[in-house]
């Protein structure tokens, strides 16, 4: 029998998935990738992709079979915008994916599971301040998730425990800050701020009309993690013996109006700020990298302007595509 690990990954088709599956092509892993659409913006380099809707235990069932690792992506989930309505497709999709993607992990016999919790878990009373203290992993409780998106990350970070402490299966669970990079979505209502920035200017550089429009009065702020250090983090703490939930994002804390001219700046134009009504989410996060440090003896380390530079560069290019320019 070969003992070349095997892999699953699910949500394969989305942005972290897409791009944790050629990290683990490159470190010598069997992949099977699952998701309900293909990969967007470049073959999979999966060994196995399946198209299977997750929400199904069936389904699960069969996207776990003969797997060592699970590493559990899939989610119903996309920025501001998204999170802030949908709540009860959000809570129920969700669900249904998490629950029984852990069962057939157990069921089949895998060793360990990782679950990609998030920043959007820690309650709304410690981010009411744009100069916010750096959340800390403790500062989870007493509960108080802004969305049902929190709410369903939490409730699914407990099963995890509790499945890990009757020992049925080992469990990581990560909680991501702001994951951004090359290949994730980009428009369509899914898209986040780095990407949904990106965009704007571009689209401003290309038709000369450099008004750009920011939900709320740009002021509220949070950290940007790239995608490199994002998968560093899932693949250091997947092999640690670490077991809580533990952060994985940047602590350098940015505006949305910084972010804009960052990006204007990387784009070579200067830019006019509209300001607009929209959801903002919290007034201001930050990742509290202490526990991070001691755990992983790591932090990411890919500075924003460089990971804003090379996401920029990507989305100019799929933009002109769009335009034909
Ligand atoms: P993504 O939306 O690009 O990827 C998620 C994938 O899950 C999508 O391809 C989607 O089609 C798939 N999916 C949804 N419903 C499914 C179903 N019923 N069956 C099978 N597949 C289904 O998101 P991402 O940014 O790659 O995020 C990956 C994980 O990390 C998610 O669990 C997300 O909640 C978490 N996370 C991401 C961030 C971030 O900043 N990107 C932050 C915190 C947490």
């Not at 010598?28 to 198209?51: N, Q």
């Not at 800050?177 to 701020?193: C, Q, S, V, Y």
């Not at 989410?281 to 932090?299: C, F, I, M, P, Y």
Request: hydrophobic content about 35%; charged content about 30%; some cysteine.
């Amino acid at each position: 029998m070969s003992s070349q690990p095997r892999a699953l990954v699910t949500g394969a088709g989305g942005f972290i998935g897409h791009h944790l599956v050629k990290r683990l092509k490159a470190e010598g892993y069997w992949v099977r990738g699952v998701d309900i659409k293909h990969s967007e913006y470049e073959p999979t380099a999966a060994d196995e992709f399946e198209i299977f809707d997750l929400r199904r235990r069936d389904n699960c069932l069969r996207a776990a079979r003969g797997v060592d690792d699970v590493y559990a992506l899939a989610s119903d989930m996309g920025g501001m915008g998204f999170i802030s309505s949908n709540h009860a497709q959000i809570l129920r999709n969700n669900l249904l994916i998490n629950l029984h993607t852990l069962e057939a992990a157990e069921m089949n016999g895998a060793k360990r599971l990782l679950f990609t919790s998030s920043a959007c878990i820690y309650p709304e009373y410690r981010q009411m301040e744009a100069e916010v203290t750096p959340l800390k992993e403790e500062d989870a409780y007493p509960a108080q998730p802004q969305d049902a998106y929190g709410w369903e990350k939490l409730v699914t970070e407990r099963l995890c425990m509790h499945y890990r402490e009757e020992g049925r299966i080992e469990t990581r669970v990560v909680r991501f800050h702001n994951i951004f990079g090359p290949l994730g979505t980009w428009d369509g209502g899914r898209e986040k701020a780095p990407a949904a920035m990106c965009r704007k200017v571009a689209i401003a550089k290309l038709t000369g009309n450099h008004e750009i429009e920011i939900w709320g009065d740009g002021e509220q702020t949070r950290s940007f993690c790239y995608i490199d250090d994002c998968l560093t983090g899932i693949r250091k703490l997947m092999e640690s013996d670490y077991r809580d939930p533990l952060n994985v994002g940047q602590d350098r804390l940015i505006t949305i109006n910084d972010l804009a001219d960052m990006t204007a700046a990387i784009a070579g134009i200067t830019i006019t700020k509209k300001h607009i009504p929209g959801p903002q989410g919290v007034r201001g996060r930050n990742s509290d990298n202490t526990r991070l440090r001691q755990v992983l003896k790591w932090e990411p380390e890919i500075p924003l302007e460089e990971g804003m530079a090379r996401t920029y560069a990507w989305i100019e290019s799929q933009v002109r595509e769009r335009m034909g320019k």
